[in-house]
């Protein structure tokens, strides 16, 4: 589903993002991808989203080849991964249902389709009853919740999670952490890029560890012991 094979990004003028990548991510694994600032998990997330391009070798996301994927063919490609980011990048003047609503409005999605998709995925993340409440009514950890849900409107095959829990307490983290195992159940690949040694090592799961742009481990039920 996710493949990286001899994967190196540089930025000039020789500022490495990462190097040498050979990495392979199956469908339906939850994999933790940890390492400290600067390691690279930043660019890795951002050739699986065909944000950036390799400089050299090869990375395929659900088919798509990143290298070569046509500009047109993005937006097709971002659909089937949700992305969640550590900043909520919620719409402030609307309703956490509208917010979630929008993601499927500007690709064109009418109103009956969008208020059968928009209560589920509410209900997946426990929001059905703040869908009218807007970002500012709400705590941290349901505005994340939010997030969430606009992530899983399309139904992606891969949710990537970039430091989800950075801006959340303890409670919080534990509670969104809970809802991405769960979202992982239904068959959906997760992968969790965060610095967060405890919630790593809570779940159990796959650990893939960079260092200075490159793998340093890959552990099934490891842990982020840098």
Known sequence: MIYFKNVSKIYEPQSVGVRDIHLQIEHGEFVS??????SGKTTLVKLMIAEERP???????????????PKKSVSVLRRQIGVIFQDFKLLHNKTLFENVAFALEVCGIGN????????????IVGLEGKRDRYPHQVSGGEQQRAVIARSLVHRPKILVADEP???LDAINTH???EILKKINEFGTTVVL???NKEVVNSLRRRVVTLEHGTVVSDQEGGKYVL
């Open 55 to 69: 400089s050299k070798g090869s990375v395929k996301v659900s088919g798509w080849d990143i290298a070569s994927i």
């Open 165 to 167: 829990t950075g801006n």
């Open 175 to 177: 509670e969104i952490i």
């Open 112 to 123: 009956e389709r969008i208020n059968e998709i928009v209560p589920q995925v509410l209900q």
């Open 33 to 38: 991808i940890v390492g400290q600032s600067g």
């Open 193 to 195: 890029v965060t610095h």
